[in-house]
């Protein structure tokens, strides 16, 4: 007994450790999208310039990815951990001292090579610490890391910016980053290394042309001028790229990333479901803290204080909904989730309005993470348990892999609604500022005579009237296209409630599902062993 408890020990010891890694690379992610405004003024460059900061570290990130399944297998879980969090250390420490915006890239991408490995990795270790049947809580414990870092990041990021020096978003890495590699070396164990295989180099070089060719286009969308060529050519360079690495990774004997995975019912349904809540998720990451900068007039901070208890409550909550997983499946703690998400992300959408208040937003926000927190971390925790023990590293690379890009475009997704609809607004409202609507020749009546009054003469009075009526026009066409990106998000849930009633939630015996391995029989069959 005291044996078991020793053993149970250290695996919530060596949890602890994955959790500050995960915790660190998510978060700084949302803190430099904070910072950006600060290093333009203080590099010197303009937006199209600074957003490199952005877009290098996400390119670097979905080039990584793919590889960390073999570098797993050849190295162990243990090394590529400690590896990656020095990476990460290393980055961070280089960008705090970056001296222009080129070396602030630069430093960004050693960052992203470090921070790429730790989720798929991290995930990977913590199913070998802990058992299937007690697995749920162990995720709901590191989905603390992952899920809440992300509304965390714009309230501390908003701080230091304000308060502190800047290059603290940084430097408050390093010391944290080592100590997390020292106990890594000391918590960690190493596990077992499979026989050295080939390296799969199509599938590398297609994966990491397909995919940073698609995420670059993807981050460029709302502003591309298809005009230009290198546009369409990188899209077609991306796709055909994507399309010879499906083709390499099904006939390579050691594929970079074992694509028979999607064989296993529950963990591609799994995938579906969770890019479907990731565009839910990403209507309020990204439409929120626009409404409240842009229309509202929020700083960082404040935003970024709006956003903090909801992330709260999705820390608290995902611990629970894991324990919950373990006990009952996913589908009785899924269900309910995704329904709460479904309607307050449409209460949400409702109170994207001038006359919303501080308060309701930061309640509605709360109701939507009770959502998130019971429905995004079983469904992942469903689709892993399926998994055999042998294509854990690989399942969990492929995941992370889909994650990366399903975030990137449903950003994409957002900014193209809201941008579409914002313009499609502003003409339907246009077209009731006529001789005809007494509403809008007394408003302008009105503005007229208030800027007679500051000294104009009637004819600049009467321009100026207009031109602070466009502004009043393109301002409600944005807030109602928000509003409008909110709902469709509301409505897209609802799909995935259809699609996780499909799984089959399946419980796995006790001791031998960590030791199953997923067998490739004549004619391609799949078995799992």
Not at 120 to 138: C, Q, T
């Amino acid at each position: 007994m005291e044996e078991k408890n020793n053993e149970l020990l250290y695996s919530w010891l060596a949890l602890i450790v994955v959790v500050i890694g995960t915790f660190m690379s998510i978060l700084d992610s949302s803190i430099v999208n904070i910072a950006i405004p600060k290093m333009m003024a203080v590099f010197g460059v303009s937006m199209n310039d600074s957003k490199w900061i952005l877009t290098a570290y996400t390119l670097a990130l979905g080039a990584i990815i793919p590889l960390t399944g073999y570098l797993q297998d050849v190295f162990g879980s243990k090394k590529i951990y400690m590896f990656a969090l020095s990476m990460f250390t290393l980055g961070s420490m280089l960008c705090g001292f970056a001296w222009s915006n080129t070396s602030m890239i630069c430093f960004r991408v050693i960052q992203a090579v470090g921070g790429g490995m730790i989720m798929p990795v991290g995930m990977s270790i913590i199913y070998e610490l802990f058992p299937r049947e007690k697995i749920g809580l162990a995720l709901g414990v590191w989905g603390i890391a992952s899920m809440a870092a992300p509304s965390i990041g714009p309230t501390l990021g908003g701080y230091i910016i304000e308060k502190m020096d800047w290059r603290l978003i940084f430097n408050i890495n390093v010391p944290i980053g080592i100590i997390g590699v020292v106990l890594a070396a000391i918590l960690l164990k190493d596990s077992k290394k499979r026989a050295f295989k080939s390296f799969d180099i199509i599938g590398f070089l297609s994966s990491t042309i397909g995919i940073v060719s698609i995420l670059y286009v993807l981050g460029e969308w709302v502003s591309i001028d298809w005009g230009e060529m290198r546009y369409p050519m990188l899209l077609t360079l991306g796709c055909l790229s994507l399309v010879l690495f499906v083709v390499n990774e099904l006939t390579h004997p050691n594929p970079l990333l074992d694509l028979r995975i999607f064989k296993l019912f529950d963990f591609s349904l799994s995938q579906i479901i969770t890019s479907v809540l990731t565009l839910a998720l990403m209507g309020g990451v990204y439409v929120l803290p626009l409404f409240l900068q842009n229309i509202k007039g929020y700083t960082a901070m404040d935003t970024g204080l709006v956003m903090l208890p909801a992330a709260l409550v999705m820390g608290i909550l995902m611990p629970i909904s894991g324990n919950l997983f373990d006990k009952f499946g996913a589908k009785p703690i899924a269900v309910p989730g995704v329904a709460i998400l479904g309607i307050s992300s449409y209460y949400l959408s409702t109170l994207i309005n001038m006359n919303s208040s501080k308060e309701a937003v930061i309640i509605a926000l709360c109701i939507r993470s009770v959502g998130i927190g019971f429905a995004m971390m079983p469904i992942n925790t469903a689709g892993m348990n399926v998994v055999p023990g042998n294509l854990i590293g690989k399942a969990s690379a492929l995941s992370n892999a889909i994650r990366q890009i399903v975030g990137s475009i449903s950003i994409t997704i957002m900014s193209t609604i809201i941008q579409g609809k914002t313009n499609y607004n502003y003409l339907k409202l246009s077209e009731q500022i006529n001789v005809y609507n007494n509403a809008s020749n007394n408003t302008i009546n009105v503005l007229t005579k208030a800027y007679m009054y500051d000294g104009q003469s009637q004819g600049t009075a009467k321009s100026s009237a207009l031109s602070a009526m466009t502004k009043m026009i393109q301002g409600q066409a944005t807030v109602d296209a928000m509003a409008y990106a909110l709902c469709v998000t509301s409505i897209v849930v609802t799909f995935a409630v259809i699609l996780i009633l499909m799984m089959r939630n399946k419980k796995i015996p006790k001791k031998a599902n960590n030791k199953r391995e997923l067998k490739r029989n004549e004619g391609g069959s799949v078995t799992v062993e």
